[in-house]
């Protein structure tokens, strides 16, 4: 960064922001195999939050290579730098008071550990979406498994690329085990018991 760039602080900051939209900032960072259920569950549990009335943002894997990241390919360097470009738009984004949901494989802990690094203190959440690569490769919705192993993709998670499972994430869903419906509460119950999120919890029913 050039010796000429200075941070700019404006009136308006992170507290005003989430004062108004009466929420609690926060990034829920979604990690797992392909096909585990990262961008299914997100999606149920911003579904809800949004009926509840919180304001939310749903950063998917495979929208922002449609833009933000087209540019990346599948390397390790470029996996990184996918993960670096989130993490600071997550960063933004809670920032401006919203509760940011990213689904992301992720697959090293350090690029998940520098943007838990970027936030302030307790407001990143890593959840684990724990599904055996078994039961990814029998789900295979857009069929990447089994190019993989026609050799067809390279460097493809959990194939012939590495994926570094959590070692402290704060939710850890058994997604082979659990429906999409528990998964949601098990992520409800957490965030309120942490005070991530206001009010009571009861365990809700997703829409069908």
């Given at each position: 960064?050039?010796?000429?760039?200075?941070?700019?602080?404006?009136?308006?900051?992170?507290?005003?922001?989430?004062?108004?939209?009466?929420?609690?900032?926060?990034?829920?960072?979604?990690?797992?195999?392909?096909?585990?259920?990262?961008?299914?569950?997100?999606?149920a549990l911003e579904q809800i939050l949004t009926r509840q009335g919180y304001h939310t943002y749903l950063l998917d894997g495979d929208n922002v290579r449609h833009g933000l990241c087209k540019d990346l390919g599948f390397g390790d360097a470029d996996r990184q730098e996918n993960i670096r470009r989130v993490g600071e738009v997550s960063k933004l984004m809670a920032d401006s008071g919203l509760i940011v949901l990213a689904a992301f494989i992720s697959p090293f802990r350090a690029d998940r550990r520098i943007v838990r690094e970027i936030l302030p203190e307790g407001q990143f959440v890593e959840v684990f979406i724990d599904a055996p690569l078994n039961v990814c490769r029998e789900r295979d919705p857009k069929g990447l498994y089994a190019k993989a192993e026609r050799g067809e993709i390279r460097q493809f998670t959990g194939i012939d690329s590495p994926y570094e499972t959590p070692e402290h994430a704060e939710v850890r869903i058994q997604a082979g085990e659990v429906s999409v419906a528990a998964a949601v509460n098990q992520l409800l119950d957490y965030l309120h018991q942490a005070d991530a999120l206001h009010g009571g919890y009861e365990p809700v029913e997703l829409e069908a």
């Amino acid at each position: 960064m050039s010796s000429n760039v200075v941070w700019h602080s404006h009136p308006v900051d992170q507290e005003t922001r989430a004062k108004q939209k009466s929420q609690r900032p926060l990034v829920i960072w979604f990690t797992g195999l392909s096909a585990s259920g990262k961008s299914t569950i997100a999606g149920a549990l911003e579904q809800i939050l949004t009926r509840q009335g919180y304001h939310t943002y749903l950063l998917d894997g495979d929208n922002v290579r449609h833009g933000l990241c087209k540019d990346l390919g599948f390397g390790d360097a470029d996996r990184q730098e996918n993960i670096r470009r989130v993490g600071e738009v997550s960063k933004l984004m809670a920032d401006s008071g919203l509760i940011v949901l990213a689904a992301f494989i992720s697959p090293f802990r350090a690029d998940r550990r520098i943007v838990r690094e970027i936030l302030p203190e307790g407001q990143f959440v890593e959840v684990f979406i724990d599904a055996p690569l078994n039961v990814c490769r029998e789900r295979d919705p857009k069929g990447l498994y089994a190019k993989a192993e026609r050799g067809e993709i390279r460097q493809f998670t959990g194939i012939d690329s590495p994926y570094e499972t959590p070692e402290h994430a704060e939710v850890r869903i058994q997604a082979g085990e659990v429906s999409v419906a528990a998964a949601v509460n098990q992520l409800l119950d957490y965030l309120h018991q942490a005070d991530a999120l206001h009010g009571g919890y009861e365990p809700v029913e997703l829409e069908a």
